[in-house]
């Protein structure tokens, strides 16, 4: 089946401050409304082209070609801060082998602005119709990041410099019947060969359990994930669902100890002519441990 993907991303009220040249430059997790929906629990239940971010392995099991454009405009606690993104991508898997190509542009009015390219490679060992069958991918990435004010050289803060990474990230996804185990590691060395401590992007480690729609009530269907994310030091636990309901709603959950996220998807339209369909997705992330709480609402057609 053919899908086109087209992401309007409309991120209101997303707590964070002016974009950095460190490890929190280059954040691509808020690309795709149903990852967001599920708070990051990603690597094992992937199943639109962004989920190749989170376990590049994931892309063999995309269907046929699929293509997303999206646009957002995420809204900080700053009056004075302003911020568009831009981002598309392209994956086409065939004979068991898949390919993807994408790109994300942000740009804000504080003279910085970040460029990523993407490069993804995917091959499935075993059929589909097999009781297993088992997905080695990989990612290749361009970091571009260019800030500071040509002139104000006076100002350390806004003195301008040019930033320019590779990176990669590798996986794999192994289905057992209609369960799913993804391991992925992302940011992979040279990312930060010859970089100092602040302006490293920092590896990333996710093992993801997923089973695909293993419960089933009636016209009801649950598909539950749970996930480990180590980034540095620091590693946490998320927990996430997908509940379809009459063959035409998806449900969304995910949690951990940091935030909610909740979302749905519906089909729009379908054309049997070209085996294509399109989808609505809408997903709101909350964080539970600030005092002032910013949510962050997407919205996106698939």
């Known amino acids: 089946m053919r899908r086109i993907l087209f992401f309007l991303i409309l991120g209101v009220g997303l707590q ?3 974009p950095e040249p460190s490890y929190g430059a280059f954040d691509l997790s808020h690309l795709s409304p149903i990852a967001t929906a599920l708070n990051g629990a990603y690597s094992s239940l992937g ?3 962004w989920a190749l971010l989170y376990n590049p392995a994931q892309i063999v099991r995309l269907r046929d070609s699929q293509t997303s454009f999206s646009y957002s405009k995420p809204a900080f606690p700053f009056s004075e801060l302003e911020t568009h993104s831009f981002s598309g991508i392209y994956t086409r898997n065939c004979m068991n082998i898949a390919f993807g190509v994408g790109a994300h542009y942000l740009d804000t009015n504080v003279f910085y602005r970040e460029f990523t390219g993407l490069l993804s490679l995917g091959q499935r060992f075993g059929e ?4 297993w069958d088992l997905g080695v991918g990989s990612n290749l990435k361009l970091y571009s990041l260019k800030r500071g004010d040509p002139a104000k050289t006076d100002d350390p803060a806004l003195t301008p410099k040019s930033v320019l990474k590779l990176s990669g990230d590798m996986g794999v996804h192994l289905r057992i019947e209609n369960i799913y185990v993804g391991l992925s590691f992302n940011n992979l060395i040279p990312a930060n060969i010859g970089l100092t401590e602040t302006e490293n992007i920092p590896m990333e480690f996710r093992v993801g359990l997923g089973g695909n729609r293993i419960w089933k009530f009636s016209q009801i269907t649950l598909s ?25 709603l998806e449900i969304q959950l995910g949690i951990d100890k940091n935030s909610l996220g909740m979302g ?3 089909p729009v339209q379908k054309n049997s002519d070209s085996d294509t369909t399109i989808y609505l997705s809408a997903s709101y992330l909350y964080p539970l441990q600030l005092k002032e709480n910013f949510g962050s609402p997407m919205v996106g057609i698939t």
């Not at 589909?128 to 009781?131: F, G, Y």
């Not at 539950?224 to 035409?248: C, D, R, S, Y």
Request: charge should be negative; proline fraction near 8%.
């Open 16 to 18: 964070g401050c002016a």
């Open 264 to 266: 749905f998807t519906v």
């Open 47 to 49: 199943e639109e082209p």
């Open 224 to 248: 539950p994930a749970l996930e480990f994310v180590k980034q540095k030091e620091e590693g946490k636990w998320i927990g996430g669902t997908k509940m379809n309901l009459f063959h035409f």
């Open 128 to 131: 589909k119709e097999d009781p």
